[in-house]
């Protein structure tokens, strides 16, 4: 049931064929903004080259303008200082416009980003839960008195930062996106986000229906563009109170000297190397699909897919022979993305796909399956591989350990495949790398489950699944994997600051005994502190 707030209902449209910064000062742009002199970047989907969309990008001018009036509006109090109980109305009732739209943001997905239709679905089905876990934060979450010696009431709330600045990437468009605004939102900040140039269309969606659900204008805003332009702008101002970024390392360190300068808070979610470790005692069926899907589901494009594929001595043999054929049986079926059938889709770009091929075909290891874009029809469907950037999930083994295949991100389906023969050796190759967001353990041992997953270095554990995710589960890295973590209150937290107020309670015979410091001829111990 949607709560009484000022804002009317999302209308439901296609995408449009062009787009501009959502801003404040742009609103009288309309919905077909033009150039004005400012640089244009064409959407083009990835399984097809056709395209999709205009996008006009921010200019120096544009962010400026942007900031600024995310900083009034944050002084204004509008969004800033209203009630919780308002601001999670609005968001309940985002989650809820954002349901109907589901299988219309899916599509879009799909058609800008490549991936299969059937992920797209499944994945964009839960973002409303992300909204209203926040929205439940707000009409929950305490403030607390701290006991502080002596007749003095001391307060502890959570306020807002002021403006923050999201960077978010090409793979989960708007998963990611709304990972990071809704506790931004929810804590009473005003909101800039830059999305990927390469998948920005639902993220402008979504800004859109905000403000139709009640998001006053110029607390959420986006401006598209380029990284190396708009997003060094964007975090280089010191009315930037928080950054907040998914990236790969090296960005992730460019960005934090800048944020470090302004003595901003940084939140950043970066590379990843997942291993995947299935010990002789696992169901072997079940670890098979488990890594089938922590390799190659988004086409193995996200920070915690299973990259270094672990498997004990004992199992290796058995493994190996399923999961071979499992990797044949998603090959098999890949082909249109928006086929609900289709397993897998495409990479991001030609690009991205080019280089995952000369990374893979170096004569390092042994291809075992995959390797080579694909052309020709698809057997699913007929479709032409030869239109898109379509690669099939690679194995490859024999893999030395000081490598880029076993140690860089490839952030593509490939994973390379290693034996091992004792937890501890297990456990060390799964630490040899120097990411740590997430890894997978398979075994039905309750013991080890419990003592490797300690031991491996990673802010994320799977143990007998792989790539769960949760509003209410902390997300992020450890070693180069990142700072700070996504969902949870842990986020919302990270999207606040503590301020204490602390009020004198004694009478005033009291006070004035006691609080007057430089009193003439008074021996009365006073209180420093």
């Given amino acids: 049931m949607r709560a009484k707030v000022p804002g009317g209902r999302v209308v439901v449209k296609a995408h449009r064929p062009r787009y501009g910064p959502f801003a404040l000062h742009t609103a009288q742009d309309g919905p077909m903004p033009e150039a004005r002199g400012r640089e244009e970047i064409a959407v083009k989907n990835p399984a097809s080259g056709e395209h999709l969309a205009t996008v006009v990008s921010a200019s120096q001018e544009d962010v400026s303008s942007a900031v600024y009036s995310a900083h009034e509006t944050f002084k204004a109090g509008v969004w800033s200082r209203a009630p919780a109980a308002h601001r999670a109305a609005v968001l309940s009732n985002l989650a809820r416009d954002l349901e109907e739209r589901v299988p219309e943001l899916a599509k879009v997905e799909t058609l800008q980003t490549g991936r299969a239709i059937r992920e797209m679905k499944a994945q964009l089905g839960r973002l409303p839960e992300w909204l209203d876990y926040y929205a439940a934060v707000l009409r ?79 607390v959420l805003q986006v401006l598209p563009g380029y990284g190396r332009t708009v997003g060094r702008q964007l975090v280089s101002d010191p009315a930037i109170k928080k950054v907040d970024i998914t990236a790969g390392t090296d960005t992730g360190r460019a960005i934090g000297k800048i944020v470090g300068a302004n003595l901003a808070h940084y939140t950043a979610e970066l590379g990843g190397k997942a291993p995947i470790v299935v010990f002789g005692d696992a169901d072997v069926p079940s670890a098979v699909n488990g890594a089938a899907f922590a390799c190659f589901v988004a086409s193995g494009q996200t920070c915690v897919s299973g990259t270094r594929l672990l498997v004990q001595d004992e199992v290796y043999d058995v493994f190996m022979d399923l999961f071979l054929k499992k990797v044949q049986s998603i090959t098999r079926r890949m082909g249109n993305p928006l086929n609900p059938k289709s397993t897998m889709g495409t990479v991001i770009s030609h690009r991205q796909l080019e280089r995952i091929q000369a990374i893979v075909q170096r004569g390092v290891g042994t291809v075992l399956a995959g390797g080579k874009r694909l052309t020709g029809a698809s057997p699913l469907d007929g479709y032409d591989f030869s239109q898109g950037a379509f690669f099939p999930p690679t194995v490859v083994a024999d893999v030395p350990t000081e490598d880029d295949l076993w140690r860089e991100e490839i952030f593509g389906p490939v994973v390379v495949v290693k034996r091992f023969s004792s937890e501890q050796e297990a456990v060390d190759l799964a630490n040899g790398c120097k990411y740590g967001l997430g890894a997978g353990i398979w075994t039905q041992d309750l013991s080890r489950a419990h003592r490797v997953s300690a031991m491996i270095e990673a802010g994320l554990v799977w143990v007998n699944t792989h790539h769960r995710n949760d509003p209410s589960s902390p997300w992020g890295g450890m070693k180069e994997s990142g700072i700070g973590r996504e969902n949870g209150l842990e986020a919302f937290e990270a999207y606040t600051q503590s301020k204490s107020t602390i009020v004198n309670i004694a009478t005033v015979q009291e006070t004035r005994s006691v609080q007057d410091w430089f009193a003439e001829e008074d021996e009365t111990e006073k209180r420093y502190g």
């Fill in 140 to 218: 929950t979450h305490s403030a607390f008195v701290a006991p502080t010696q002596g007749p003095l009431l001391n307060y502890v709330q959570r306020v807002p930062l002021g403006v923050v600045a999201q960077i978010t990437p090409f793979n989960h468009p708007l998963l990611i996106a709304l990972k990071k605004i809704a506790p931004a939102l929810a804590a009473g900040n005003s909101v800039i986000v830059k999305p990927s140039e390469l998948a920005p269309i639902t993220v402008l969606e979504f800004a859109e229906m905000a403000v139709a659900a009640g998001v006053p204008p110029g």
